[in-house]
């Protein structure tokens, strides 16, 4: 679809995808979702400066292309020192341990794509480590953890995702959707309905105020109720154009049940 855009001239925006499909030297192609490489550099850069100085251990798998990928990201800032742990089975609480100080808080970096092992490896590190508090960084994909929003879990875990949407249920707009999709649907709207609302009326004030070649004018956020989409190009090591991508990557921080983005 990209290189059809191309081709033709017409804007192609992936709003849910973070995953580039090898697209090169297109104006026309943006990704709302930050790419994996984007996301982690973003991880880096926290971890960096709220812990300088700081080992940090890294729990990683190597079962499947995206966790080599996200491995493969993490590892690449040279100013962290890390403690690595390969997790292609479960580690045990001996193994975990090795990795750990266990009289003070931890900073610990999953590249774990998979939602549910992660979740499995998490619970572990609660239970086998329950008077030990760990600062976790994990992939964007982790949003679909539902014990991560349980209340009274992981009560000695922080766990920090990188988000592109942040929603704020007090605002106006929200209430709207809420009010919406309740009436319309009789329950409750998820994050994913939030995003999409804010991305139809952003793209729809763009559309409307500049016409169909509107990528000119991406700065113009005004009409994104929730998130402040910051689109930019993306350009590889030799300075050559790929697309365009929104770099607006926020952190989601969950503990015991309750979330905060910033």
Same mark, same amino acid.
């Given at each position: 679809?990209?290189?059809? *855009? /191309?081709?033709?001239?017409? %804007?192609? !925006?992936?709003?849910?995808?973070? %995953?580039?499909?090898? @697209?090169?030297?297109?104006?026309?192609?943006?990704?709302?979702?930050?790419?994996?490489?984007?996301?982690?550099?973003?991880? =880096?850069?926290? !971890? #960096?400066?709220?812990?300088?100085?700081?080992?940090?251990?890294?729990?990683? /798998?190597?079962?499947?292309?995206?966790?080599? &990928?996200?491995? /493969?990201? $993490?590892?690449? &800032?040279?100013? $962290?020192?890390?403690?690595?742990?390969?997790?292609?089975?479960?580690?045990? +609480?001996?193994?975990? *341990?090795?990795?750990?100080?266990?009289? +003070?808080?931890? !900073? !610990? $970096?999953?590249?774990?794509?998979?939602?549910?092992? *992660?979740?499995?490896?998490?619970?572990?590190?609660? +239970?086998?480590?329950?008077? #030990?508090?760990?600062?976790?960084?994990? =992939?964007?994909?982790? #949003?679909? $953890?539902?014990?991560?929003? +349980?209340? %009274?879990?992981?009560?000695?875990?922080?766990?920090?995702?990188?988000?592109?949407?942040?929603?704020?249920?007090?605002?106006? *707009?929200?209430?709207? @959707?809420?009010?919406?999709?309740?009436?319309?649907?009789?329950?409750?709207? #998820?994050?994913? @309905?939030?995003?999409?609302?804010?991305?139809?009326?952003?793209?729809?004030?763009?559309?409307?105020?500049?016409?169909? =070649?509107?990528?000119?004018?991406?700065?113009?956020?005004?009409?994104?109720?929730?998130?402040?989409?910051?689109? /930019?190009?993306?350009?590889?090591?030799?300075?050559?154009?790929?697309?365009?991508?929104?770099?607006?990557?926020?952190?989601?921080?969950?503990?015991?049940?309750?979330?905060?983005?910033?």
């Amino acid at each position: 679809v990209a290189d059809y *855009a /191309r081709k033709k001239k017409i %804007n192609f !925006v992936s709003a849910l995808a973070n %995953n580039d499909g090898g @697209v090169r030297n297109n104006k026309y192609f943006t990704a709302l979702q930050p790419s994996l490489k984007s996301q982690c550099r973003r991880i =880096m850069n926290e !971890v #960096t400066n709220k812990f300088p100085g700081t080992y940090v251990s890294l729990l990683y /798998r190597s079962t499947s292309e995206e966790n080599e &990928n996200a491995y /493969r990201y $993490i590892i690449g &800032n040279d100013e $962290i020192v890390f403690k690595q742990r390969q997790c292609n089975t479960l580690p045990g +609480k001996e193994e975990l *341990a090795t990795l750990f100080d266990l009289t +003070k808080p931890n !900073v !610990v $970096i999953v590249p774990i794509m998979e939602a549910g092992f *992660a979740d499995t490896l998490l619970r572990k590190l609660s +239970k086998d480590f329950p008077t #030990t508090h760990f600062e976790i960084y994990g =992939m964007p994909n982790w #949003t679909t $953890i539902k014990s991560l929003r +349980k209340e %009274n879990t992981f009560q000695n875990l922080g766990v920090n995702i990188p988000a592109s949407c942040s929603i704020d249920l007090t605002a106006p *707009a929200a209430k709207y @959707v809420t009010h919406q999709y309740k009436e319309f649907f009789g329950g409750k709207a #998820t994050e994913p @309905v939030y995003c999409a609302y804010e991305t139809m009326m952003w793209y729809a004030r763009l559309l409307t105020q500049y016409g169909t =070649m509107f990528n000119t004018n991406y700065s113009d956020n005004t009409a994104a109720p929730f998130t402040k989409f910051n689109i /930019r190009q993306l350009r590889d090591a030799d300075g050559h154009m790929l697309y365009n991508e929104n770099r607006n990557i926020m952190m989601t921080h969950f503990e015991g049940g309750v979330s905060r983005t910033q």
